[in-house]
């Protein structure tokens, strides 16, 4: 069992930079891929960012390479996700999860945080 928590979202300016924390309880934390969702107000929850257990493999959805950046520290057990160059169509609710492998897609995924709001002005 494996018990998320996010925190770090708040209200920034467009261009500016946010950086997310997911902490995990649970004696697992360091088997499990770690990803970053994110969703808007009727649309479906949207794939960022996940990284391998051992911080070896990462993957970003095209519209935030070279912008944000998913790490973690497993002697924390915590995932990161730094946001930099916000826009405001990065503005959702962001969602940590932990699975088993490396997937895009939230169908992979078991275990989910309760979110943390972004929202960037333009």
């Known amino acids: 069992q494996v018990q998320l928590v996010e925190s770090g979202g708040g209200l920034v300016q467009a261009g500016g930079s946010l950086r997310l924390s997911c902490v995990a309880t649970?004696?697992?934390?360091?088997?499990?891929?770690m990803a970053w969702f994110r969703q808007v107000p009727g649309k479906e929850r949207e794939f960022v960012a996940v990284?391998?257990?051992?911080?070896?493999?990462?993957r970003y959805v095209d519209s935030v390479k070279g912008r944000f950046t998913i790490s973690r520290d497993n002697a924390k057990n915590t995932v990161y996700l730094q946001m930099n160059s916000l826009k405001p169509e990065d503005t959702a609710v962001y969602y940590c999860?932990?699975?088993?492998?490396?997937?895009?897609?939230?169908?992979?995924?078991?275990?989910w945080g309760q979110g943390t709001q972004v929202t960037v002005s333009s």
């Open positions: 649970g004696r697992t934390f360091s088997s499990h891929a």
């Open positions: 999860a932990a699975g088993t492998f490396v997937f895009t897609e939230k169908n992979g995924y078991v275990y």
């Open positions: 990284i391998s257990w051992n911080g070896g493999n990462t």
